[in-house]
């Protein structure tokens, strides 16, 4: 359905006050529809509808809106209103949002709630940012393994409202440790009077409620799991992940690894990931870009230096300036490749720390050869441009670069790793700064020696 559609068809409801109108169709509506279409309405109107759809409907929209929306909308919400809305939010979804409320208020709503939810908040909330049970959920469906597949469908029928999924029933004992997995299909298909506990898969697949989040992403990727398991440090089960969480931690961690490799910095807030660029003020634009750019800046006066140093050489054959930005780019360009391939394969897993070795011996096999065919081609612009002798100081310049900016490219990725950095801060800028450094002293290097005769003669 179009949002200028549902948009109008709403805004008629509230101007004609037809509230049980208005309450049918948003409870028609996907609640992603009214989460998007929700921070339109004038100030007035949200705070009118949230009231007219009821606390479920409104939790299920406020969990869809984003950080900022959240935020502003629950600043005008009344503290008891806003506590009932929190307390029918998923158990994860509330905990983000009390996180960012001003301490003083969230102990007014702590003591509107009820002792389950006030306790659910304080622990999921403890957890520390980034890691998994930052972002699990406390609703998971459970059984104990003494009952029988038709206690246990009973069990699952009067519980499922209130649980974040039932495709996959975790079996714990009396310390609440996680013993084994059903699958609702399997419960569904076995015979009524089967035991739970002789039906259920053991060593389910777990995390820790400390592993990082984007360990636990890589591992329900793996397992091609919709949901996991989140065990504490007293080996109980705390909580699940679910696709849908590891989907959103995906897309920031991208994201971020994404500016990350474009240079731009992430420790300022609001973060860029999550914000509308249209949104985005001039400071925080120019605060995320400028202090990688200041850097760069700075390092390429080295580049600067070394053009400087080799003066004579490119006053005895100025055709030589003719070529430079060809070259330099070339190895930039091929270690930017390079590392983009690596910071990729470190991020899913299919490289790690020890590979390290094989890949430089594999990526010296393929610069080397991307270099000779690059230098093939360029040396016959060199030899119409300048001659054989500049031909031949390209050709070589070519295939040293290729070589000097891919080995940089792979290998800053792994250094940043081996130094528990992220090695998404490889940057294409900084590959292409360090590649364009190397690149001047390697082309000119070459061309003092194989142009030395030419050198003397000239000076």
Same mark, same amino acid.
């Given at each position: 359905?179009?949002?200028?559609?549902?948009?109008?068809?709403?805004?008629?409801?509230?101007?004609?006050? #037809?509230?049980?109108?208005? #309450?049918?169709?948003?409870?028609?509506?996907?609640?992603?529809?009214?989460?998007?279409?929700?921070?339109?309405?004038?100030?007035?109107?949200?705070?009118?509808?949230?009231?007219? =759809? @009821?606390?479920?409907?409104?939790?299920?929209?406020?969990?869809?809106?984003?950080?900022?929306?959240?935020?502003?909308?629950?600043?005008?919400?009344?503290?008891?209103?806003?506590?009932?809305?929190?307390?029918?939010?998923?158990?994860?979804?509330?905990? !983000?949002?009390?996180?960012?409320?001003?301490? +003083?208020?969230?102990?007014?709503?702590?003591?509107?709630?009820?002792?389950?939810?006030?306790? !659910?908040?304080?622990?999921?909330?403890?957890?520390?940012? @980034?890691?998994? @049970?930052?972002?699990?959920?406390?609703?998971?469906?459970?059984?104990?393994?003494?009952?029988?597949?038709?206690?246990?469908? +009973?069990?699952?029928?009067?519980?499922?409202?209130?649980?974040?999924?039932?495709?996959?029933?975790?079996?714990?004992?009396?310390?609440?440790?996680?013993? @084994?997995?059903?699958?609702?299909?399997?419960?569904?298909?076995?015979?009524?009077?089967?035991?739970?506990?002789?039906?259920?898969?053991?060593?389910?697949?777990?995390?820790?409620?400390?592993?990082?989040?984007?360990?636990?992403?890589?591992?329900?990727?793996?397992?091609?799991?919709?949901?996991?398991?989140?065990?504490?440090?007293? +080996?109980?089960?705390?909580?699940?992940? *679910?696709?849908?969480?590891?989907?959103?931690?995906?897309?920031?961690?991208?994201?971020?690894?994404?500016?990350?490799?474009?240079?731009?910095?992430?420790?300022?807030?609001?973060?860029?990931?999550?914000?509308?660029?249209?949104?985005?003020?001039?400071?925080?634009?120019?605060?995320? #870009?400028?202090?990688?750019?200041?850097?760069?800046?700075?390092?390429?006066?080295?580049?600067?230096?070394?053009?400087?140093?080799?003066? !004579?050489?490119?006053?005895?054959?100025?055709?030589?300036?003719?070529?430079?930005?060809?070259?330099?780019?070339?190895?930039?360009?091929?270690?930017?490749?390079?590392?983009?391939?690596?910071?990729?394969?470190?991020?899913?897993?299919?490289?790690?720390?020890?590979?390290?070795?094989?890949?430089?011996?594999?990526?010296?096999?393929?610069?080397?050869?991307?270099?000779?065919?690059?230098?093939?081609?360029?040396?016959?612009?060199?030899?119409?441009?300048?001659?054989?002798?500049?031909?031949?100081?390209?050709?070589?310049?070519?295939?040293? *670069?290729?070589?000097?900016?891919?080995?940089?490219?792979?290998?800053?990725?792994?250094?940043?790793?081996?130094?528990?950095?992220?090695?998404?801060?490889?940057?294409?800028?900084?590959?292409?700064?360090?590649?364009? =450094?190397?690149?001047?002293?390697?082309?000119?290097?070459?061309?003092?020696?194989?142009?030395?005769?030419?050198?003397?003669?000239?000076?």
């Amino acid at each position: 359905m179009q949002k200028p559609y549902i948009f109008q068809t709403l805004q008629k409801f509230l101007t004609e006050n #037809r509230e049980r109108e208005t #309450r049918e169709y948003c409870h028609s509506l996907h609640p992603e529809d009214l989460a998007a279409l929700l921070p339109d309405l004038p100030t007035e109107e949200q705070l009118r509808l949230l009231g007219i =759809i @009821g606390h479920d409907a409104a939790a299920d929209a406020l969990s869809r809106c984003t950080s900022d929306d959240q935020d502003r909308i629950a600043a005008m919400l009344q503290d008891s209103e806003l506590a009932a809305i929190i307390t029918a939010m998923p158990s994860d979804d509330r905990v !983000d949002l009390f996180k960012r409320l001003a301490a +003083e208020r969230g102990e007014k709503l702590l003591g509107l709630m009820a002792q389950t939810e006030r306790e !659910d908040i304080r622990k999921l909330g403890s957890y520390k940012e @980034g890691t998994a @049970g930052s972002i699990m959920s406390s609703e998971y469906a459970n059984l104990t393994p003494e009952l029988t597949v038709q206690q246990a469908l +009973e069990k699952l029928r009067l519980e499922a409202p209130d649980k974040e999924t039932i495709y996959y029933v975790y079996v714990i004992d009396r310390e609440r440790r996680l013993l @084994g997995f059903i699958s609702l299909r399997k419960l569904i298909t076995s015979r009524a009077n089967a035991q739970v506990n002789d039906i259920m898969l053991t060593n389910p697949v777990f995390a820790r409620a400390d592993d990082d989040q984007e360990e636990v992403a890589a591992k329900l990727n793996r397992y091609d799991l919709l949901a996991m398991p989140v065990i504490n440090g007293n +080996e109980a089960l705390a909580g699940i992940v *679910t696709f849908d969480d590891i989907q959103d931690v995906m897309i920031e961690e991208t994201t971020e690894d994404f500016h990350r490799m474009g240079g731009l910095a992430h420790k300022a807030s609001p973060d860029l990931a999550n914000i509308n660029m249209l949104d985005a003020g001039w400071w925080l634009l120019v605060s995320k #870009r400028l202090p990688w750019l200041l850097v760069l800046v700075f390092m390429n006066i080295f580049s600067g230096a070394g053009i400087a140093y080799f003066e !004579d050489t490119i006053q005895a054959a100025v055709a030589l300036v003719f070529f430079l930005p060809l070259l330099i780019d070339s190895g930039g360009n091929a270690g930017s490749q390079a590392a983009t391939l690596m910071v990729r394969a470190l991020a899913t897993g299919k490289a790690q720390l020890k590979d390290w070795f094989a890949l430089l011996r594999k990526e010296i096999c393929i610069s080397a050869s991307l270099g000779l065919c690059m230098g093939l081609a360029v040396s016959c612009i060199g030899i119409f441009r300048a001659g054989p002798e500049i031909a031949v100081v390209v050709a070589l310049t070519m295939v040293c *670069t290729v070589l000097f900016g891919s080995l940089v490219g792979m290998s800053l990725p792994f250094v940043l790793s081996k130094l528990k950095m992220d090695p998404a801060t490889a940057s294409a800028p900084l590959i292409t700064s360090i590649a364009d =450094i190397g690149g001047v002293l390697i082309y000119f290097s070459i061309a003092t020696w194989v142009l030395r005769d030419m050198i003397a003669a000239a000076g």
